[in-house]
Structure formats: structure tokens, C-alpha cells
């Protein structure tokens, strides 16, 4: 029961949500863990190598099985299909999805556009809406993309709405509900199975769920 795993986590806000779960799951992870600015820390202790990557890619790093399990956002997860396990809602980093705008903004027929860090979501939602627009693909601030005139609206991640209402935006429509995700690889769910079950089952009892396998 000695083996290691290697868990990919989100660089930013989720990191330390996720890192205080493990702990409370009774894996110990040493307290100088957060200040660190290395990319590989590893936990001796808890038999575990952290792998920080940005929280878009660490559904990347689990699919290619350098990383054997990972914390990844359900918003990640719906961007782009990934050849992962799902296995549990860690209920954490809640948040959601919706589409915001200027509060001057009004529906128009021409040309639409649409900024946003998920381009295949935002083109789903407007395909499910009965809308044609045009996405345009940013990776960060957001919105921004509004108050210059890049685009008319944006889909975005909305948290506390602080950034919205810092930059005169409104919701203007609410996409899906977002929390932060367990996900597996197969291939070291087939290898490790013991010490990922293991896992899972202490993270969902602190979470108070059920295994969701
Ligand atoms: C996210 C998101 C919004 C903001 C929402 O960005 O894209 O911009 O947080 O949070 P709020 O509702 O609490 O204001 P993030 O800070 O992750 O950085 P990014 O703009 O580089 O994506």
C-alpha cells in the first residue's frame, strides 16, 4: 500500500479549497505546501506528488496519465471531452457559467459576437438558443471584451459577481452551475485501483456524499 499517486491540481483559487480537503481527508500535506512556488511538490508522507498546472490543462495531464488523478473544474470538463474518469463532485470552488453583457445591450441580428475562454461551450449554449453568433476566443479577462467593443457579450465564469459589477456588466443569462471535480485516469484507475479508492472514499466521506463512481 506504499504506492505514490500523482495528482494534478489547479494553480489559483480551487488550489487551496482542494489542498484543505485533502487534509481533512487525513492525507498529510505539510502547511509550507501553499507558499511554494515549485511545479512538482511532493508529500512524502501522504505518498503524494503534486503537479500544479493552470486549471484549464489539468484535465490534459490526467488524460495523458502523467498525472494519475487531478482536480479539475466541471467548466473544464465540459469544454472539451476528456478521456477521464469523473468520479466525484467535490463541491467545492461553486460558481456558474452565464452570458453577460452591457446593461445597454440589445439583441441584434447582425453579426453577434461572443467572447469567451470556452469557445465550445459558448458555441453549444447559442446553438441550443437558436442563435448564430460569433465566438472569439480569449484566455483571460474576460470581461473586458465588452467595454472595448471586441465583442457584445461574453460567457464567462461567474463567482462572487464582483468582477462583473466592477466593470458595469450584468448577467444576462445563467448557463450551468459549476464546482470542482475528482477525475481519474483509466489506466491508473485499472493499476491503483486500492489506493484511488482509497482516496475517494476518504474525500467523499468528508464531503459527506456518496462514492459517485
Ligand atoms: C474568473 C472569471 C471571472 C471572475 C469571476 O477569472 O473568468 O473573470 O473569475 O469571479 P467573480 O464573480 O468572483 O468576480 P479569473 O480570476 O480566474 O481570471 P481570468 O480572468 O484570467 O480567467
Redesign the pocket.
Known amino acids: 500500500m506504499n504506492e505514490w499517486l500523482t495528482i494534478a491540481m489547479p494553480k489559483?483559487?480551487i488550489f487551496e479549497e482542494a489542498v484543505q480537503l485533502l487534509r481533512k481527508a487525513g492525507f498529510p500535506i505539510p502547511p509550507e505546501f501553499e507558499e511554494s512556488r515549485k511545479l512538482i511538490v511532493d508529500a512524502p508522507e501522504a505518498n503524494m506528488r503534486f503537479i500544479l498546472a493552470k486549471p484549464m490543462d489539468v484535465p490534459t495531464y490526467v488524460e495523458h496519465g502523467v498525472a494519475d488523478i487531478g482536480v479539475a473544474g466541471k467548466d473544464t470538463m465540459i469544454e472539451e471531452e476528456r478521456d477521464v474518469y469523473e468520479v466525484l463532485d467535490l463541491n467545492i470552488s461553486a460558481?456558474y457559467l452565464a452570458v453577460a453583457g452591457l446593461p445597454e445591450y440589445e439583441k441584434s441580428d447582425v453579426n453577434p459576437k461572443v467572447a469567451s475562454?470556452y469557445p465550445n461551450l459558448a458555441t453549444q449554449y447559442f446553438k441550443q438558443q437558436g442563435e448564430q453568433v460569433e465566438i472569439i476566443k480569449l484566455?483571460?479577462?474576460?470581461?473586458l471584451a465588452p467595454l472595448v467593443g471586441l465583442a457584445d457579450r461574453i460567457v464567462?465564469?461567474?463567482?462572487?459577481?464582483?468582477?462583473?459589477k466592477e466593470n458595469g456588466l450584468i448577467e444576462l443569462e445563467t448557463i450551468v452551475p459549476i464546482t470542482s471535480r475528482l477525475i481519474v485516469n483509466p489506466v491508473s484507475y485499472r493499476l491503483k485501483d486500492t489506493v484511488i479508492d482509497d482516496l475517494v472514499e476518504r474525500v467523499a466521506q468528508v464531503i459527506g456524499v456518496e462514492e459517485q463512481v
Open positions: 489559483g483559487r460558481c475562454k484566455n483571460g479577462s474576460i470581461e464567462d465564469i461567474v463567482s462572487t459577481g464582483q468582477t462583473l
